[in-house]
């Protein structure tokens, strides 16, 4: 029995009087720390995936890039939480005729990080077996590719104790849904991005613009954008959203380019070295090979002068490549019908943000506008390149190009245009396309 499994087993038959006696301290000391949090906690916009979320799911997985708020948005989904309950537990009272506190749970939430040196001797489900205990509903873990066989124990909370929901944070290499065989068919899968430039339109503005889908914003661009130029000159805000809007850390942190390289390098440690348990000798080939794909994107691909110049096979190197894609620090455009592990067509950073890091040369207004093109409807949809004379297939269904300036002459095609306010026939605004989020 691996040791992991031999602590769940023993702190399931955890029956001593000092053992209970220690179990409460333990759930109060976690208490403490989720209640500082929960307070503390900074969404300043409510994010659009806390209302596509079906939170009666009872094992959900919050997805997402390093920086882009996953931790914020498990404590303010908390912190929502608490509040309903207060006020239901208020609305019974008043009901009752009681001015007493209701018999309902007072503590239904408790958001822990999984890095607690408690984990390194005791289990994940002793800590669920006492929260559910006390009537707790809602565990929120983070940090859980730190704590061994993690998907393991999920599964048996999962079959353990019915009343129990557990959202917990994942980074992108995490396998979930198909590729766990553990948490195949239980967990719900949810996706958290960066900012869309509506997000970051809402928080800088106060106003609130709803988001749009793709077919909505191709048939009715014109008149959609109007409405919205009505309110706000949105090309005022988009330039400063390419250069900084797109990670949540802009708005806390005194050095905006600091943090980003901390959270690179984070990607490049935790997400790439640890998780995918890769040599940590390899980090400076991994290092190298990023730089060499920031200096050039967006750019095709010459993968065996790649290999060559950071010492790697061809083999090696593309699964490099493809891990570089799974921590969401690139964007890879294949054709059509084309995938990994054959080779991509152009290369993306995979936001504007990150590719403003790139200190030995300043990126053409073209070559930002068709990052943000591709950061913007990948979120929903699938980017393809194509064939045709056309820029970028969208879903097998929708051709379209990218284009810096408007022009007196209408597009033949569906044509994302960076510096233009209001839509006309077939150019669209490309910040527009930054409302489908």
Request: glycine share 4%; net charge neutral; with cysteine.
């Amino acid at each position: 029995m691996e040791k992991n499994d031999a602590l769940i087993a023993e702190n399931d038959q955890l029956t001593t009087p000092a053992a209970e006696e220690r179990k409460p301290l333990i759930l109060d000391a976690f208490f403490r720390i989720h209640n500082y949090l929960v307070e503390h906690a900074k969404m300043p916009i409510r994010r659009q995936l806390m209302d596509e979320i079906d939170w009666n799911d009872r094992l959900i997985a919050i997805k997402g890039g390093r920086g882009v708020g996953k931790t914020d948005f498990l404590l303010s989904r908390a912190k929502e939480i608490e509040i309903e309950e207060k006020k239901k537990a208020e609305e019974e009272a008043l009901v009752a005729s009681k001015r007493r506190r209701s018999k309902k749970p007072l503590r239904p939430c408790l958001y822990v990080s999984m890095n607690d040196f408690f984990f390194s001797k005791h289990s994940l489900m002793e800590l669920a077996s006492q929260f559910v205990k006390i009537g707790g509903r809602y565990l929120f873990l983070d940090q859980l590719f730190k704590y061994p066989n993690w998907s393991r124990e999920l599964k048996r909370c999962y079959s353990k104790y019915p009343t129990l929901h557990v959202i917990f944070c994942a980074t992108p290499v995490m396998p979930i849904d198909e590729d766990n065989n553990d948490l195949k068919g239980i967990v719900q899968t949810y996706n958290l991005r960066g900012f869309s430039f509506r997000e970051y339109l809402n928080l800088q503005t106060g106003l609130r613009f709803r988001s749009y889908t793709l077919e909505e914003i191709i048939q009715r661009h014109a008149s959609i954008s109007r409405e919205i130029c009505e309110r706000v000159h949105p090309l005022t805000y988009f330039r400063d959203y390419l250069d900084h809007g797109y990670y949540p850390s802009y708005l806390e942190s005194s050095s905006f380019e600091a943090e980003l390289l901390k959270t690179m390098n984070t990607q490049l440690e935790v997400d790439v070295l640890m998780i995918k348990q890769i040599d940590v000798a390899c980090l400076h080939k991994l290092r190298k090979l990023l730089y060499i794909l920031m200096e050039d994107a967006p750019s095709a691909l010459n993968i065996s002068n790649i290999s060559d110049e950071i010492g790697l096979s061809r083999a090696t190197t593309m699964n490099y490549i493809k891990y570089l894609k799974d921590s969401r620090l690139i964007n890879l455009l294949y054709l059509e019908n084309k995938n990994f592990p054959m080779k991509p067509t152009r290369v993306y950073m995979h936001n504007t943000n990150l590719a403003r890091m790139i200190f030995t040369r300043e990126l053409t207004p073209m070559e930002l506008y068709e990052t943000n093109f591709y950061t913007a409807i990948h979120s929903a949809h699938k980017v393809n390149a194509t064939e045709r004379s056309a820029m970028f297939i969208v879903d097998n269904q929708y051709y379209f190009d990218v284009k810096e300036k408007p022009s007196s002459r209408d597009a033949i095609r569906p044509t994302a245009v960076g510096e233009l306010e209001l839509g006309r026939g077939n150019q669209i605004p490309l910040w527009l396309l930054g409302f489908i989020y």
